[in-house]
């Protein structure tokens, strides 16, 4: 028995070194193989690859061995080892990385899939031996203690370990140790446990007890075993589909974070680990009782499963981890909840059913064991590719984890009619799951896409604010959910729901400004290279200057490019541009194997909490992209300082100064909390009328101000620091590097807790004088800089004072009267503070802040429309209406402003009027709910019976389900 205990430690030990060192790996390898879709596929499909190629071996080898226990040593040795040495030796493959990038190879699939085939052969040695190991630990402890239920013990201790391994490597050697001190450390661990329970069986030599004579006889007719090997390899299938799909989902729900991930992950291990020990009395009762339980595992599968979908139908909302605040620890602990909730149910009866598949046998041995997770492990193979590569394009999330659900009742079916029941007893229980299954197809209810694209870990309104939103793209891929969303006269782009690009004015400030500026710093940009599509507008700006002959754009998700074309006019049909080519792979991976050099490289990536991307803020990829620019090169890093943390954001200012001698930040406005680094290798060169000329032929329209064009003052004024102001900030500390992602814990941490007041304190500290680029100005020009960086120090000073002194606010505004961005940034702020006391319901505040704000710009659209439902609302219809008006002729093609007359000559009782306003509003903007649901009430009121329905039935198209409409429609109906 003590060798049992020890043995159980041994295989929990080894459980939680493969799980550790899994989750190095996957961080190991992204560098190197990339982040797509299908090299994700490969890297796990490789994993899975050499488990199965391991328990092959292990059912002819466990049946002819004498010494299982040894063996089982041995192996998981000699794998601890092995996968340790892969993650050393990626560095060594270069070489080969680089051969599989060469041409056309370098943002092809092929590329991709050899790159992750190449790579995972490192780790193909280490779970080979993982798989021969397992079913050579149940030999060994059937020799000591022969039981049907060696194969539950020896799974569940073994996956629960893999738990531990799972926290250990995601929680604490990961963001503490990196990569490799990570992996040293997992690998000494092993070596010890493996050392003291071997230490603990006396002498090898001894070890030769003599086989049971269940391992002598002749090994079970395969035709008998068939039904069950398959139904195994089905439900392996079904397993990993299942975990993608809910993977992706509480990824979407919780965060697509490191700390998400792995808190997920270790549920799903967990309850693997849990239920095959839970069933393990059960199963080694006898067949009768294993087959009964390996039934009811399935159906229990499937009615958790209805009930999970008519769950997040019906209150998604539990499943959501609200965006609070609250520290790191106390929001991990609710996503612990939440994931366990979802998974750990389905996962007790997957783990469980293994188990009993292996006790169903007559001999239920180690041969019988390494068969059935040899098949296994081939349908986990099968489910990966299936949900990544064809359900989740085809059928969407929901409508695949429906499906799969549906399926799960099908699985024991094969072995349901080769068992000992009864002829009767298999047409009743096939009746049941049958039926089971057709209730889950025909009731299931779908998701709605709000639901899946909410982000609530992110925005604290998603559902009030997505009310009427209206989703005009909407598809799913292995690696992230792409939306296009129109929400009033705005189109948003998002990534698992979380903004990356928008038409509203701050995002396109940023992404005209990001293309613009390292176009006209550069005197004659050739070539440029764009990190992150997004909606196109970045890299449509870089085209706007007549120097450019190619612009290429790294971007991993084919569905963002299919999502393009909703955009164009942010970038004026750019797929159409001959100069323009997509890259379809990641911006690392184009960076390190990239062929060609460029002029520009422009980064402008998510945000570096989402895994992957923080791996574009590393010292190696800086210096490869130091490497991939031409002789007078620039790179401009975007970097947002919203949700991040001050000292983080330090590590990459450092990282940045040590690998390019010439680094400078720059700001998109005076208001703005994102930064841009342009760095180069030599120093700028800048004369602002060769700048002006460029421009001049670019062309390229301002954001605030769309009448006039991008000049050389208005990109200068956004400077706010050179390199030796940046090194005495930045000081001392560590760097950003492949192998340590603490940058990315840390930004995750900042999202969570809310984190990003101290960065306009940051500017005011820092602003230079915009006259120092360019000593060789005129001095009219200077003059100008000169005024607009202490303007900004000013507005730095202010909104880092929270909250802004509006009197100091409006004095800085009227002393630089003729600063139009000035004026309108303070027309902005005032009415934000508006809309603060209008929301407290202080009206006296209220109209006091929104008067300054059309004092400051009085064209100032946000402060006209609330000015004007301020007008409706106290009942000056008139006046309000002579504001909408004026509103029309400003936002010329706007659905809005048409849509708020037809409110206010409503209420006037212009109803006709108020029906044209609605009619041409909906024409501007057919995904209108409030506008279709209004012309419908509206068109009842003149009794346009089929003008009222025909509005209707649009609103149920637009929003299935929308309670009013559905209430209009049944009373046209009477």
Same mark, same amino acid.
């Given at each position: 028995?003590?060798?049992?205990?020890?043995?159980?430690?041994?295989?929990?030990?080894?459980?939680?070194?493969?799980?550790?060192?899994?989750?190095?790996?996957? !961080?190991?390898?992204?560098?190197?193989?990339?982040?797509?879709?299908?090299?994700?596929?490969?890297?796990?499909?490789?994993?899975?690859?050499?488990?199965?190629?391991?328990?092959?071996?292990?059912?002819?080898?466990?049946?002819?061995?004498?010494?299982?226990?040894?063996?089982?040593?041995?192996?998981?040795?000699?794998?601890?080892?092995?996968?340790?040495?892969?993650?050393?030796?990626?560095?060594?493959?270069?070489?080969?990385?680089?051969?599989?990038?060469?041409?056309?190879?370098?943002?092809?699939?092929?590329?991709?899939?050899?790159?992750?085939?190449?790579?995972?052969?490192?780790?193909?040695?280490?779970?080979?031996?993982?798989?021969?190991?397992?079913?050579?630990?149940?030999?060994?402890?059937?020799?000591?203690?022969?039981?049907?239920?060696?194969?539950?013990?020896?799974?569940?201790?073994?996956?629960?370990?893999?738990?531990?391994?799972?926290?250990?490597?995601?929680?604490?050697?990961?963001?503490?140790?990196?990569?490799?001190?990570?992996?040293?450390?997992?690998?000494?661990?092993?070596?010890?446990?493996?050392?003291?329970?071997?230490?603990?069986?006396?002498?090898?030599?001894?070890?030769? /007890?003599?086989?049971?004579?269940?391992?002598?006889?002749?090994? +079970?007719?395969?035709?008998?075993?068939?039904?069950?090997?398959?139904?195994?390899?089905?439900?392996?299938?079904?397993?990993?589909?299942? +975990?993608?799909?809910?993977?992706?989902?509480?990824?979407?729900?919780?965060?697509?974070?490191?700390?998400?991930?792995?808190?997920?992950?270790?549920?799903?291990?967990?309850?693997?680990?849990?239920?095959?020990?839970?069933?393990?009395?059960?199963?080694?009762?006898?067949?009768?009782?294993?087959?009964?339980?390996?039934?009811?595992?399935?159906?229990?599968?499937?009615?958790?499963?209805?009930?999970?979908?008519?769950?997040?139908?019906?209150?998604?909302?539990?499943?959501?981890?609200?965006?609070?605040?609250?520290?790191?620890?106390?929001? /991990?602990?609710?996503?612990?909840?939440?994931?366990?909730?979802?998974?750990?149910?389905?996962?007790?009866?997957?783990?469980?059913?293994?188990?009993?598949?292996?006790?169903?046998?007559?001999?239920?041995?180690?041969?019988?064991?390494?068969?059935?997770?040899?098949?296994?492990?081939?349908?986990?193979?099968?489910?990966?590719?299936?949900?990544?590569?064809?359900?989740?394009?085809?059928?969407?999330?929901?409508?695949?984890?429906?499906?799969?659900?549906?399926?799960?009742?099908?699985?024991?079916?094969?072995?349901?009619?080769?068992?000992?029941?009864?002829?009767?007893?298999?047409?009743?229980?096939?009746?049941?799951?049958?039926?089971?299954?057709?209730?889950?197809?025909?009731?299931?209810?779908?998701?709605?896409?709000?639901?899946?694209?909410?982000?609530?870990?992110?925005?604290?309104?998603?559902?009030?604010?997505?009310?009427?939103?209206?989703?005009?793209?909407?598809?799913?891929?292995?690696?992230?959910?792409?939306?296009?969303?129109?929400?009033?006269?705005?189109?948003?782009?998002?990534?698992?729901?979380?903004?990356?690009?928008?038409?509203?004015?701050?995002?396109?400030?940023?992404?005209?400004?990001?293309?613009?500026?390292?176009?006209?710093?550069?005197?004659?940009?050739?070539?440029?290279?764009?990190?992150?599509?997004?909606?196109?507008?970045?890299?449509?700006?870089?085209?706007?200057?007549?120097?450019?002959?190619?612009?290429?754009?790294?971007?991993?998700?084919?569905?963002?490019?299919?999502?393009?074309?909703?955009?164009?006019?942010?970038?004026?049909?750019?797929?159409?541009?001959?100069?323009?080519?997509?890259?379809?792979?990641?911006?690392?991976?184009?960076?390190?194997?990239?062929?060609?050099?460029?002029?520009?490289?422009?980064?402008?990536?998510?945000?570096?909490?989402?895994?992957?991307?923080?791996?574009?803020?590393?010292?190696?990829?800086? %210096?490869?992209?130091?490497?991939?620019?031409?002789?007078?090169?620039?790179?401009?890093?975007?970097?947002?300082?919203?949700?991040?943390?001050?000292?983080?954001?330090?590590?990459?200012?450092?990282?940045?100064?040590?690998?390019?001698?010439?680094?400078?930040?720059?700001?998109?406005?005076?208001?703005?909390?994102?930064?841009?680094?342009?760095?180069?290798?030599?120093?700028?060169?800048?004369?602002?009328?060769?700048?002006?000329?460029?421009?001049?032929?670019?062309?390229?329209?301002?954001?605030?101000?769309?009448?006039?064009?991008?000049?050389?003052?208005?990109?200068?004024?956004?400077?706010?620091?050179?390199?030796?102001?940046?090194?005495?900030?930045?000081?001392?500390?560590?760097?950003?590097?492949?192998?340590?992602? %603490?940058? +990315?814990?840390?930004?995750?941490?900042?999202?969570?807790?809310?984190?990003?007041?101290?960065?306009?304190?940051?500017?005011?500290?820092?602003?230079?004088?915009?006259?120092?680029?360019?000593?060789?100005?005129?001095?009219?020009?200077?003059?100008?800089?000169?005024?607009?960086?202490?303007?900004?120090?000013?507005?730095?000073?202010?909104?880092?004072?929270?909250?802004?002194?509006?009197?100091?606010?409006?004095?800085?505004?009227?002393?630089?009267?003729?600063?139009?961005?000035?004026?309108?940034?303070?027309?902005?702020?005032?009415?934000?503070?508006?809309?603060?006391?209008?929301?407290?319901?202080?009206?006296?505040?209220?109209?006091?802040?929104?008067?300054?704000?059309?004092?400051?710009?009085? !064209?100032?659209?946000?402060?006209?429309?609330?000015?004007?439902?301020?007008?409706?609302?106290?009942?000056?219809?008139?006046?309000?209406?002579?504001?909408?008006?004026?509103?029309?002729?400003?936002?010329?093609?706007?659905?809005?402003?048409?849509?708020?007359?037809?409110?206010?000559?409503?209420?006037?009782?212009?109803?006709?009027?108020?029906?044209?306003?609605?009619?041409?509003?909906?024409?501007?903007?057919?995904?209108?709910?409030?506008?279709?649901?209004?012309?419908?009430?509206?068109?009842?009121?003149?009794?346009?019976?089929?003008?009222?329905?025909?509005?209707?039935?649009?609103?149920?198209?637009?929003?299935?389900?929308?309670?009013?409409?559905?209430?209009?429609?049944?009373?046209?109906?009477?």
């Amino acid at each position: 028995m003590n060798q049992d205990r020890r043995l159980l430690v041994a295989l929990t030990g080894t459980g939680m070194a493969a799980l550790a060192l899994e989750v190095l790996w996957s !961080r190991a390898l992204v560098p190197w193989v990339g982040g797509t879709a299908l090299s994700q596929i490969m890297t796990v499909a490789m994993y899975m690859f050499g488990l199965f190629l391991g328990s092959a071996v292990a059912v002819v080898w466990s049946k002819r061995t004498h010494r299982p226990r040894h063996w089982f040593f041995v192996a998981e040795a000699a794998a601890v080892v092995c996968s340790t040495v892969a993650v050393f030796s990626l560095p060594a493959l270069d070489p080969l990385f680089a051969l599989c990038s060469r041409g056309d190879l370098l943002a092809s699939d092929w590329g991709a899939a050899l790159r992750a085939m190449v790579g995972s052969a490192m780790i193909l040695p280490a779970t080979t031996l993982m798989g021969l190991g397992f079913p050579l630990a149940i030999a060994a402890l059937q020799r000591s203690s022969p039981s049907r239920g060696a194969a539950a013990l020896a799974y569940g201790v073994n996956t629960l370990g893999a738990t531990a391994g799972t926290c250990l490597g995601g929680f604490l050697l990961l963001p503490w140790l990196g990569v490799t001190g990570a992996a040293l450390v997992v690998l000494f661990v092993d070596l010890v446990v493996l050392g003291w329970a071997w230490r603990g069986t006396g002498s090898l030599g001894d070890q030769r /007890t003599p086989r049971s004579t269940e391992e002598v006889s002749q090994d +079970e007719p395969w035709l008998r075993e068939l039904p069950m090997l398959v139904a195994v390899t089905a439900g392996g299938a079904l397993a990993l589909a299942l +975990e993608v799909l809910l993977f992706r989902i509480l990824g979407m729900m919780l965060g697509p974070t490191a700390r998400a991930f792995t808190v997920v992950l270790a549920s799903y291990v967990f309850g693997l680990g849990a239920g095959a020990l839970l069933v393990k009395g059960m199963v080694s009762r006898s067949v009768g009782a294993a087959r009964a339980v390996f039934l009811g595992c399935w159906m229990f599968v499937g009615l958790a499963g209805f009930l999970l979908v008519i769950v997040v139908a019906s209150r998604p909302d539990l499943l959501m981890l609200k965006s609070t605040g609250d520290s790191v620890l106390t929001q /991990t602990w609710r996503r612990l909840v939440i994931a366990i909730a979802v998974l750990v149910p389905l996962t007790l009866a997957f783990g469980a059913s293994y188990s009993a598949a292996v006790a169903c046998g007559v001999r239920a041995g180690a041969a019988r064991a390494g068969r059935l997770y040899a098949g296994l492990t081939v349908g986990n193979i099968a489910g990966l590719v299936l949900a990544a590569l064809w359900m989740m394009p085809e059928f969407g999330i929901d409508g695949s984890v429906r499906g799969l659900f549906c399926v799960a009742l099908l699985i024991p079916l094969p072995v349901l009619w080769t068992g000992a029941w009864r002829a009767g007893t298999r047409v009743a229980l096939t009746g049941v799951f049958l039926a089971g299954a057709f209730v889950v197809a025909k009731f299931a209810p779908e998701w709605e896409r709000k639901t899946l694209n909410a982000a609530p870990y992110l925005y604290d309104d998603s559902a009030e604010s997505q009310q009427y939103d209206h989703f005009l793209f909407f598809e799913s891929g292995f690696e992230t959910t792409v939306a296009v969303i129109q929400r009033g006269d705005d189109r948003m782009f998002t990534l698992d729901g979380k903004t990356d690009g928008s038409t509203l004015l701050w995002d396109r400030l940023t992404q005209t400004f990001a293309g613009a500026l390292p176009a006209a710093l550069h005197p004659q940009p050739e070539s440029a290279l764009v990190i992150g599509l997004g909606t196109g507008q970045t890299a449509a700006t870089v085209l706007r200057f007549p120097s450019i002959a190619q612009v290429d754009c790294a971007e991993l998700s084919p569905l963002v490019v299919d999502a393009l074309p909703y955009f164009d006019s942010l970038h004026q049909g750019i797929l159409e541009d001959p100069r323009f080519r997509v890259l379809k792979t990641d911006g690392r991976t184009t960076l390190r194997y990239g062929h060609r050099q460029y002029d520009l490289i422009v980064s402008e990536p998510s945000n570096v909490w989402v895994p992957g991307v923080a791996h574009l803020f590393t010292q190696e990829t800086f %210096e490869e992209a130091r490497g991939r620019l031409a002789d007078g090169g620039i790179l401009m890093q975007w970097l947002h300082s919203y949700n991040m943390d001050e000292e983080a954001f330090r590590t990459v200012v450092r990282t940045l100064l040590d690998v390019f001698p010439h680094v400078s930040l720059w700001t998109t406005s005076l208001s703005s909390e994102e930064a841009m680094f342009v760095s180069s290798v030599s120093p700028l060169k800048l004369d602002p009328e060769v700048m002006e000329a460029g421009l001049a032929s670019a062309k390229v329209p301002r954001v605030l101000f769309p009448d006039r064009t991008v000049n050389a003052n208005a990109l200068l004024r956004k400077f706010v620091a050179g390199t030796e102001t940046l090194k005495g900030w930045a000081g001392e500390g560590p760097r950003t590097r492949d192998a340590h992602p %603490e940058l +990315e814990y840390a930004a995750e941490a900042a999202m969570l807790e809310q984190r990003g007041d101290w960065f306009h304190g940051m500017l005011a500290q820092l602003r230079q004088s915009s006259s120092t680029l360019v000593p060789a100005a005129s001095m009219e020009r200077r003059e100008q800089l000169d005024r607009a960086a202490i303007v900004a120090r000013r507005i730095n000073e202010l909104m880092a004072a929270k909250p802004i002194s509006a009197p100091a606010l409006q004095h800085l505004a009227e002393e630089h009267s003729d600063d139009d961005e000035l004026r309108w940034l303070a027309a902005e702020l005032f009415r934000d503070l508006a809309a603060e006391y209008y929301g407290q319901r202080k009206q006296e505040q209220g109209d006091r802040f929104l008067g300054l704000a059309l004092e400051m710009w009085p !064209r100032h659209l946000g402060a006209r429309t609330m000015n004007a439902g301020r007008l409706s609302l106290s009942g000056q219809l008139g006046a309000a209406l002579k504001e909408a008006r004026l509103l029309e002729q400003w936002k010329p093609g706007s659905a809005s402003p048409l849509l708020l007359q037809a409110e206010i000559l409503g209420a006037q009782g212009k109803v006709k009027e108020a029906v044209d306003r609605l009619e041409r509003g909906v024409q501007r903007n057919p995904y209108s709910v409030r506008g279709f649901l209004n012309l419908g009430i509206t068109a009842g009121h003149l009794r346009q019976w089929e003008k009222a329905r025909a509005a209707f039935d649009r609103v149920l198209e637009l929003d299935p389900g929308n309670a009013t409409a559905l209430a209009q429609l049944a009373a046209l109906a009477e």
